[in-house]
């Protein structure tokens, strides 16, 4: 027996010192028909029961059957089948988002919400006619390579000045998996700016921007302070604008405008007393190219 042992721990050393894991694994091609219930077609996960014939069934299915197999219309009892939990637990797949960069072995059953939350998910050029797809460091260049879009680099402090042209300005923070578009279109009520943060699987926003135009010629001041959509553009740019400069209070060049703009991540607010309010509503594209209120487009509906 101490024999045996001695030659079982030497096993480990070596398996150790050739960089192996004493859990030995095996790579495996199976039918992922195997991995899924054959009723309601979803992926097996804990827990799983099994008839007594064997077939294999998920627990919300189980919840619902009575004692009879809807695979081979046996009656029967359903029990635990630890082994198959065992096997779905190791059997794992490539995410989805492969070939955007994600590396990660993802177990079968979690692929669904893996996909919801993986951070190499593709973002979407918003471009008319140009299909190009890619992680958000990719579309950047993208932005600025191909499409030739003005980029400015944010400061520590995130507030900058710059004459905003009508199209996509694109504001980035150096060494971050995201950046900003700023977006203003020629309306004929007048200038109509919006901001989005590029950066997939974001429900909630993480940034406020606060949108500042002053002119001393005619008097005119706008601003508004907003939460910034996250978007991965699969739906296009934003149907919404931010900040409407009135046709008329514009002394600056026919197209663009001195504009200043201050970007911030929640978190930097937090404990640095009253964070700014947000301040009015968006306004929704219409098709009449009228802008109305979130809220009066709302009502119409």
Not at 243 to 268: H, V
């Amino acid at each position: 027996m101490e024999g045996s042992n001695a030659n079982t721990n030497k096993k480990k050393v070596e398996a150790e010192g050739e960089g192996e894991s004493s859990k030995k694994k095996l790579k495996v091609t199976m039918g992922v028909e195997t991995l899924d219930c054959p009723i309601c077609y979803g992926p097996l996960g804990p827990k799983i029961f099994q008839c007594s014939v064997g077939h294999c069934i998920c627990l919300s299915c189980r919840e619902k059957l009575d004692k009879k197999c809807p695979v081979c219309s046996i009656k029967t009892s359903f029990k635990r089948c630890f082994a198959m939990e065992h096997v779905v637990q190791e059997a794992k797949v490539a995410c989805s988002n492969k070939k955007y960069g994600c590396a990660e072995g993802v177990i079968y059953y979690q692929k669904e919400e893996h996909k919801k939350a993986c951070p190499s998910a593709p973002c979407f050029c918003a471009a008319s006619g140009c299909g190009f797809a890619g992680p958000t460091k990719v579309l950047l260049d993208h932005f600025l390579i191909h499409h030739k879009y003005a980029s400015t680099i944010l400061p520590d402090s995130g507030t900058v000045s710059l004459c905003l042209q009508p199209g996509l300005h694109v504001l980035r923070y150096t060494g971050t998996s995201y950046f900003f578009l700023l977006s203003m279109d020629l309306e004929p009520f007048g200038h109509a700016i919006s901001v989005i943060c590029i950066q997939p699987n974001v429900k909630e926003p993480k940034f406020k921007c606060n949108m500042e135009y002053d002119c001393v010629m005619t008097g005119c001041h706008e601003s508004i302070t907003c939460y910034i959509r996250s978007s991965s553009l699969s739906d296009g740019l934003p149907t919404v604008y931010d900040l409407i400069i009135p046709k008329g209070k514009i002394s600056d060049d026919q197209n663009g405008i001195m504009f200043e703009a201050t970007i911030l991540s929640r978190s930097c607010l937090q404990g640095k007393g009253s964070a700014p309010d947000l301040q009015g509503t968006p306004y929704v594209k219409t098709a009449n190219t009228a802008a109305v209120t979130a809220d009066e487009e709302e009502e119409r509906a």
